[in-house]
């Protein structure tokens, strides 16, 4: 359960060393494939494994069950391959606890399906996130963004949050740093009028 009551309006989120643990330009050799249904695994040519960090499904789970945007920002010079790994990529249904016992909610689903934007292509993540707010309308205060790299943090000029996260990739708790983060810098304003 999130610390944080509120969530900004759009959740965006780096791929490469934020979402899983290589870069999909260097580390991949495509075509791709998924053996069967099987969830969060995907294999390229070598059947090396492209895997979602542990935390990052529940993580979906939480943005949609509270109707928030979420994007793909990705400056990768291989768009193809970071598109056809999210198609093959399945997210597991999300955990429910029914009668005391856990059961699963649903079928796995295609990890493109969580998203609401994608930006995958070379280039600044100043443009990547113009054109999410050309695309969506939504303010740039409203924006969170997970990524790995520090150079990227130049979001923050248009106003969006920018979370750094570590090598371990997006976690629960960083995940909830960067509400924290995105909380503070947008204070809720209260009711004056009643």
């Not at 900004?8 to 069967?36: E, K, M, S």
């Not at 979906?60 to 069950?65: D, G, I, P, S, V």
């Not at 689903?109 to 443009?127: H, M, N, R, W």
């Amino acid at each position: 359960m999130s610390s944080t009551s509120r969530y900004p309006q759009l959740v965006a989120f780096d791929l490469d060393y934020t979402l899983w643990d290589l870069w999909i330009d260097t580390h991949v050799t495509g075509p791709l494939h998924r053996n069967g249904d099987k969830t969060n695994e995907v294999l390229d040519r070598h059947n090396d494994v492209i895997a979602f960090y542990k935390d990052v499904p529940p993580i979906f789970h939480r943005l949609k069950a509270a109707d928030v945007c979420i994007a793909a920002c990705s400056r990768t010079s291989t768009p193809d391959l970071a598109y056809q790994a999210l198609r093959l990529l399945l997210v597991p249904p999300p955990i429910t606890k029914t009668n005391g016992k856990k059961r699963d909610g649903s079928k796995p689903v295609p990890a493109i399906d969580y998203f609401d934007q994608l930006e995958i292509y070379p280039g600044s993540k100043i443009t990547h996130f113009k054109k999410l707010h050309e695309k969506t309308g939504i303010p740039y205060s409203e924006m969170l963004f997970f990524d790995d790299e520090h150079r990227n943090k130049e979001v923050g000029k248009l106003g969006v949050t920018f979370q750094i996260i570590s090598s371990s990739g997006l976690t629960n708790r960083s995940f909830e740093q960067g509400l924290s983060t995105w909380a503070k810098r947008n204070p809720e304003e209260e009711a004056a009028e009643e």
